[in-house]
């Protein structure tokens, strides 16, 4: 009987002295087919090698029939265990003797890791059997754990972002359900809560391409609607200059205040959890003071950033600044329409869309929509 974590394996059994030429005939012979299983151990047995072989009978057998080898060698049978130092390269290979093939084809292609947390949406095991789903996620979500170092805890993504704080449901599928974790990019560190912040490591290259503009010494920039803080401080990381960050979500600013103290910055970030809209009242101090002062205005709310921007228009230096803006637009011509869209809002403000210096799909958002960015100089004519 075989012993947990041992299965019965089919091992081609060779002379120790024959083994290394054994093993680069079959590179040159059999490159494009697998015989070695790579994922269990090779067994030694007195003066002979046991090299574990692949499930897959046919290629084996095609192997085992072609006379090419001089060499002597037998196929026996015994226990295989599997290498823990073996890496995966990816979680359909991990699972290639766990569930069955059309279950794998229904494994989502991409996830998203943060740190030590993996997050994956199964929209495509929706279909299935409910008692073998769940048993079918756990799989999948070991063995993003196998393929992923230093992943420890997957969630299963139940919701699409929502909300005011723009969040989503997370259910926990594998280890220690505790969401908070430290992602790092472009040589920053953000610690952050995946259930309870908004963060997506696919805008890692548009925080790049943000980092790296042309920013003039002491340049005074607004974050209006900041998170934990990735884009302030991805760009007071390199640049010296004043970045008011602001958020509703009281856990995205007590992230945001920690991050700024975790990164060495050039810049200075000074931190607000306030509701934007309220800086154009009277009474807020702040508002007052950023009134007409400021260069540059980041506005990542995609769904919502057009409805602020009588905000902006407040805070924007009167003579002119630049805007990056994120907006969802239908498909087709988004750009077009996300161009449309502000030139409208800022004329009804007396303002005009003077220049676009970029603009681009940052990223597809639904089968209608993309996410695009429109980097603009405005000003005011009333
Ligand atoms: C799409 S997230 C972007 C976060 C961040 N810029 C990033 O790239 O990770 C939008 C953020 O805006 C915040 N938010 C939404 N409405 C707001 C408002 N009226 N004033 C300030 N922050 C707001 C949400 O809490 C959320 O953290």
Not at 65 to 86: A, C, H, Q, R, V
Not at 155 to 182: A, H, M, W
Not at 342 to 357: P, V
């Amino acid at each position: 009987m075989n012993r947990p974590g041992k299965e019965d394996t089919q091992f081609l059994k060779i002379q120790k002295d024959h083994a290394e030429e054994f093993l680069k005939l079959i590179k040159i012979k059999f490159s494009d087919v697998n015989i070695i299983d790579k994922r269990k151990k090779v067994l030694h047995s007195g003066s002979y090698v046991l090299f574990p072989l692949i499930k897959n009978r046919e290629n084996v057998n095609k192997f085992i029939e072609s006379d090419i080898f001089d060499l002597k060698f037998e196929i026996i049978n015994t226990n295989g265990e599997l290498d823990p130092n073996y890496k995966f390269r990816s979680i359909e290979e991990a699972l290639a003797d766990e569930l069955p093939e059309d279950i794998i084809e229904l494994i989502p292609k991409s996830y998203d890791v943060i740190g030590k947390i993996a997050i994956i949406e199964f929209d495509q095991f929706i279909a299935l059997n409910i008692d073998k789903t769940s048993l079918y996620k756990k799989k999948v979500a070991e063995a993003i754990v196998k393929v992923n170092k230093g992943v420890e805890t997957v969630y299963e993504k139940k919701s699409e972002v929502k909300g005011k704080y723009r969040l989503k449901d997370l259910q926990s599928i594998f280890g220690e359900d505790n969401p908070e974790t430290i992602y790092k990019e472009n040589n920053c560190m953000f610690k952050l809560d995946v259930k309870n912040t908004y963060f997506t490591p696919r805008l890692v290259f548009e925080r790049k391409r943000l980092s790296l503009l042309n920013f003039a010494k002491n340049e005074l920039i607004v974050d209006m609607f900041a998170g934990v803080g990735p884009i302030s401080i991805q760009i007071a990381k390199s640049n010296e200059v004043n970045v008011y960050s602001f958020d509703i979500n009281p856990m995205a600013y007590k992230y945001l205040i920690e991050n700024v103290k975790l990164n060495k910055l050039k810049g200075e970030i000074s931190a607000h959890n306030i509701d934007v809209a309220t800086l154009i009242n009277l009474s807020n101090e702040l508002g007052t003071h950023l009134n007409d002062c400021v260069d540059r205005i980041i506005m990542n709310l995609p769904e919502q950033s057009i409805k602020y921007i009588d905000i902006a228009c407040f805070l924007m230096k009167k003579i002119g600044g630049i805007l990056h803006i994120y907006q969802f637009c239908e498909k087709p011509n988004p750009i077009e329409k996300g161009i449309e869209n502000l030139r409208n809002k800022l004329n009804g403000k007396g303002w005009r869309l003077e220049e676009i210096i970029n603009s681009k799909i940052v990223k597809a958002f639904s089968p209608k929509s993309d996410l695009i960015v429109i980097d603009a100089k405005i000003r005011y004519i009333p």
